[in-house]
């Protein structure tokens, strides 16, 4: 089988990280490039780690990747300022992409925010660091990345009753008002991992049915507040034009 024609390396901490953000970047490429085709769509682009082999590098590794590949420069502040939070461990592994064997057309850099507002300016900071071989995609999920799941759910006839619940026992609109859902304790009555788990039973299928299935108007509509709207904007404007050719990579 022939190598896809474009690689875009993804930093993420998890792997439903990774699987939320690709599907949604998927959704976007399909919709604006006419000759993606959803069936061939494996063998047209590539999401992967330092290796094509290895689907996203994650974040807890990069420190210790980066010093097994003795890269250099890894500190110090990003023009005149100090660096924010994730600042330099993106800018660690933006290097490790530049200095990796195949280099990617494009890296994204998905987070949770954990309602820390810094992060994204972090992630900013690293970006513009210096002038990449390849785009660089920022998504941060705020406060989490199933906020961006929630976005994309409606409730189904079975569903309802547990809606309902929620809603009652937040006190607030579990998918309107899914920037809210802010606690860092897992199990905690605004915990966002808990409101999905409960409106979806923890069914996995049902997650991916809420990013696949809901319309990409919708979620840019409902996910200003939780990040999503800025996300598939950074997908639109810096990762189509690298793919449909408009733009060079890096660019």
């Not at 999401?47 to 996203?56: A, K, Q």
């Not at 900013?124 to 785009?135: L, V």
């Not at 609109?173 to 966002?192: M, Q, V, Y």
Request: proline residues 5%.
């Amino acid at each position: 089988m022939s190598e896809p024609a474009y690689d875009f390396g993804v930093v993420c901490e998890a792997r439903a990280d990774r699987d939320t953000a690709c599907v949604l970047a998927d959704r976007v490429l399909m919709d604006a490039i006419d000759w993606l085709d959803e069936e061939l769509l494996d063998t047209q682009r590539r999401w992967r780690g330092l290796t094509p082999s290895e689907p996203f590098l994650r974040w807890a590794s990069v420190r210790e990747e980066a010093k097994k590949a003795g890269l250099k420069g890894l500190f110090g502040h990003f023009g005149n300022k100090p660096a924010e939070p994730d600042a330099l461990v993106a800018r660690r592994a933006l290097l490790l992409f530049v200095d990796s064997d195949t280099k990617p057309q494009a890296v994204m850099l998905v987070r949770d925010s954990d309602a820390d507002d810094r992060r994204r300016i972090g992630l900013e900071q690293a970006r513009g660091d210096k002038p990449w071989p390849f785009e660089v995609v920022i998504g941060v999920a705020e406060p989490k990345r199933e906020c961006w799941v929630l976005t994309g759910f409606k409730a189904k006839a079975h569903e309802e009753e547990a809606f309902h619940d929620l809603a009652q026992r937040l006190s607030f609109h579990p998918i309107r008002d899914a920037h809210r859902l802010t606690a860092s304790e897992h199990g905690a009555k605004n915990d966002a991992k808990r409101a999905l788990e409960e409106l979806t039973s923890g069914n996995l299928e049902r997650e991916r049915e809420c990013l696949r299935e809901t319309p990409l108007e919708n979620l840019r509509q409902r996910g200003e507040r939780v990040g999503l709207t800025q996300f598939l904007s950074e997908i639109s404007e810096r990762l189509v034009p690298v793919m449909d050719g408009s733009r060079r990579s890096g660019k």
